[in-house]
């Protein structure tokens, strides 16, 4: 199974803060995606990306930057996070776009 | 063995015509979503449950997390329906969302 971790596991920061999610995926897959998690909401797209330098718009990408440093890396920015941002986050990849998404364990944020 | 398993695996209906794409759990979901993936790779978020059934336009989608599993029902389908349907379920807590493997959806005309 493809090896997708995320870091940190937990974050805690303050309103107005700058955070950076990273995600690493060891099984050079082209496709890298970044969601949130939420109850009564479920899985929501931010952002995704098909490879080094790209990056593409998802369903809720407001307030969120995303960076795809290489095919291993890719990290979303929150770089004046608000309490709305509480959240579960998920990244995932695939080898391309119809195949099965790997995830990781999880990024839990709060924005105090 | 996969917690989700999502049925049939293709598709193919004539326009007009509708069918129902099923996921069954092999343990306990605390809710359910569905999507389905465009020819540009997006995730579009179809419905959101928690519970019950919910219906928007031509679908129509249910939940029994008792009974473990999920329906998504397709009526008069139309060209601009095909691609590929995929459920993903909440187990709940810090897990991870569990995705079907996908069905694959061609309208003809």
């Known amino acids: 199974e493809a090896a997708v971790t995320q870091s940190p596991r937990n974050k805690v920061t303050v309103t107005g803060g700058n955070v950076t999610l990273s995600c690493r995926q060891t099984?050079?897959?082209?496709?890298m995606y970044w969601y949130r998690q939420d109850t009564g909401h479920g899985l929501r797209l931010i952002h995704y990306?098909?490879?080094?330098?790209?990056?593409q718009i998802g369903d809720v990408p407001d307030g969120y930057k995303a960076t795809r440093t290489t095919q291993e890396d890719f990290f979303l920015l929150l770089e004046l996070a608000s309490p709305s941002q509480t959240s579960l986050y998920f990244c995932?990849?695939?080898?391309?776009?119809?195949?099965?998404?790997?995830f990781g364990p999880g990024t839990r944020l709060l924005v105090l | 063995g996969d917690q989700v398993e999502q049925s049939p695996s293709a598709l193919s209906l004539h326009e007009g015509t509708g069918s129902a794409l099923r996921c069954n759990f092999t343990?306990?979901?605390?809710?359910v979503q569905w999507f389905r993936k465009n020819s540009r790779g997006s995730l579009i978020n179809l419905f959101y449950?928690?519970?019950g059934t919910k219906e928007n336009g031509r679908l129509k989608s249910a939940f029994d997390s008792k009974e473990r599993y999920s329906t998504l029902h397709i009526r008069d389908a139309q060209l601009e329906d095909s691609g590929t349907y995929f459920c993903?379920?909440?187990?709940?807590?810090?897990?991870?969302?569990?995705f079907g493997k996908g069905t694959s959806l061609v309208v003809h005309p």
């Open positions: 993903a379920a909440e187990a709940g807590g810090n897990y991870k969302p569990t």
């Open positions: 343990t306990t979901m605390r809710a």
């Open positions: 990306s098909y490879g080094a330098g790209n990056l």
């Open positions: 449950l928690a519970s």
């Open positions: 099984n050079s897959h082209n496709y």
């Open positions: 995932a990849s695939s080898q391309d776009i119809q195949d099965t998404q790997y």
